[in-house]
């Protein structure tokens, strides 16, 4: 079984940790072993489910053991990973299901008291109108009804170890791991096809630049359906044998317990999370020495709030960047970089990855200077899911073009300054303004908007809607921000709307998103 699959790394992982805790789940503890026993039992149950390599599965589910034991089992079975966003409403996460051509769906019944196969359309007779190639949903938690198969009678259709141990050795490292849908500007969310050796490749280097390592206890509350959880979080500690403690949504006392009764040694997260610790009411009457290492994102850290965090909290604190199209990885600083580097820049290029800045005729510009930042190296994506142009558009000449502008230092160092794309980060949750505006004018009062990212103490940045009413057509803040609700995951709904007479546009009509931000 090669290394560079993921059935690989578990493999390696169970022989050389076999007794060491793998995760911690509640009161759930399970060894490297164990975990690869449970793997097992699923790949065998996917296979006797009829998936077949390539095919894919979804999981709409928050951070669990059952979690990571469905992504390793169909990934031994050849599948495909396509997960899903916990707080997406149903529209939302019918679009990847369908463009993915989703097999089995995996859920978890009542979390954030809501009934997910329901927000898709379940009818009594167990079918989901649109989705055709969905042959069943599986929940971890509830009980079978039609359409529904419950976990343990998901696993009455394994096959026998053996077949599943050749099924997992199968696997090659150019097969596609995962598909993570990401939206983009304008349309639809595009799908990012990522191979198994993209990802161990990745993550072997993410790991060698942060310090990850055999015996870390690592907090995992960045989300698994994204891929600071996922990759940066499941795929790390497999890959050095790390412990990991599962924490399912973030909540600063259970955060505080956690890291106490754990002795969590790396906590990884968007700057809001390690914020909200240091200011938290009863930190102080607990015992947080363990703490060893902070990973945070591409976010401006003040070189104040690095320092603090040093201070109070970690003694190691690394900055990062990446995006989807990336394998999640471009650059991250070291743990030897000064406060400055690492409140400042998003580090060096991980191994064997090329940064380079270029201006707007694709030559690359000196150091210090400002351009389009590009990627090339054996992370970038094989490309967007059956989108040729899109791919095309991106990828040129094996160059990934990011969308986002900065500049290198003499050291190499990376400095994001702005997003050409305008997307916003809202707590570490990518927005893109076209989407949001996209349902601002599903409501019949809306003649047009613009959506921004404003700044935040608490979430780094938070949405803002200028809008413009229809003639003769009124709606209140209130109702314009209930509609987004409806319609939208949290994150993405706006906490601001302004009501406008008129948009800045550009001489196409496009609404200039820059002077917005430059007006507020």
């Known amino acids: 079984m090669s290394e560079l699959t993921i059935p690989g790394v578990l493999g390696r992982a169970a022989k050389d940790f076999s007794d060491a805790e793998a995760v911690v789940d509640g009161d759930v503890r399970v060894t490297y072993a164990e975990l690869c026993d449970r793997v097992r039992q699923a790949t065998g149950a996917f296979i ?243 703490l060893r290492l902070a990973v945070t994102g591409a976010a401006d850290v003040p070189v104040a709030l690095v320092r603090r965090i040093r201070a109070e909290l970690f003694p190691q604190v690394v900055t990062a960047y990446g995006l989807t199209e990336s394998s999640g990885t471009v650059s991250a600083c070291s743990v030897d970089d000064d406060d400055e580097t690492i409140a400042t820049t998003c580090g060096k290029a991980i191994a064997d990855v090329e940064i380079a800045i270029v201006d707007e005729k694709g030559g690359q510009v000196p150091a210090g200077t400002d351009g389009s930042v590009l990627v090339r190296g054996y992370n970038v994506m094989k490309g967007y899911l059956d989108d040729p142009e899109a791919t095309t558009e991106t990828i040129r000449d094996g160059w990934l073009d990011t969308g986002d502008r900065g500049r290198l230092d003499e050291r190499g160092n990376l400095t994001i300054t702005g997003r050409t794309k305008e997307m916003f980060v809202v707590g570490g949750f990518n927005v893109y303004p076209a989407e949001v505006e996209d349902v601002l004018a599903q409501h019949d009062a809306v003649a047009e908007s613009g959506v921004i990212g404003v700044p935040d103490k608490r979430m780094g940045e938070v949405g803002r809607a200028y809008v413009r009413l229809r003639p003769g057509r009124q709606a209140t803040k209130d109702e314009l921000v209930a509609h987004c609700r409806e319609r939208l995951a949290n994150f993405k709904v706006p906490r601001e709307v302004v009501f406008v007479d008129d948009l800045p546009k550009t001489a196409s009509g496009k609404v200039r998103r820059v002077e917005l931000k430059e007006q507020r």
Request: glycine residues 12%; negative net charge.
């Open 48 to 290: 006797g489910a009829g998936i077949d390599p390539g095919d894919r599965i979804a999981i709409w589910a928050p951070n669990g053991l059952s979690w990571i034991v469905t992504v390793l089992g169909a990934m031994g079975a050849g599948a495909t990973l396509v997960p899903l966003n916990t707080r997406y409403k149903g529209d939302e996460a019918r679009w990847p299901l369908s463009k993915a051509e989703v097999k089995i769906l995996f859920v978890e019944d009542g979390f954030l008291g809501i009934d997910y196969p329901g927000m898709l359309g379940l009818d009594e007779a167990g079918g989901i109108p649109g989705l055709p190639a969905l042959e069943s949903v599986v929940t971890f938690n509830g009980e079978a009804r039609p359409g529904v198969l419950s976990w343990d009678g998901f696993l009455t259709k394994a096959v026998s170890g053996e077949e599943a141990d050749a099924r997992a050795a199968a696997v090659q490292p150019d097969d596609v791991a995962d598909i993570l849908f990401t939206s983009g500007t304008t349309g639809k969310p595009k799908g990012v096809i990522v191979t198994h050796e993209q990802n161990v490749r990745t993550y072997t280097a993410w790991t060698g630049r942060t310090g990850v390592k055999a015996g870390d206890r690592y907090l995992i509350v960045n989300p698994m359906f994204h891929s600071f959880g996922y990759k940066a979080g499941v795929l790390a500690c497999l890959l050095k044998g790390a412990t990991m403690v599962l924490q399912r949504t973030f909540d600063v006392p259970e955060t505080l317990r956690l890291i106490e009764q754990e002795k969590i040694t790396v906590l990884p997260g968007p700057p809001t999370i390690y914020t909200s610790l240091l200011d938290a009411p009863g930190k102080d009457e607990r015992d947080l020495s363990s």
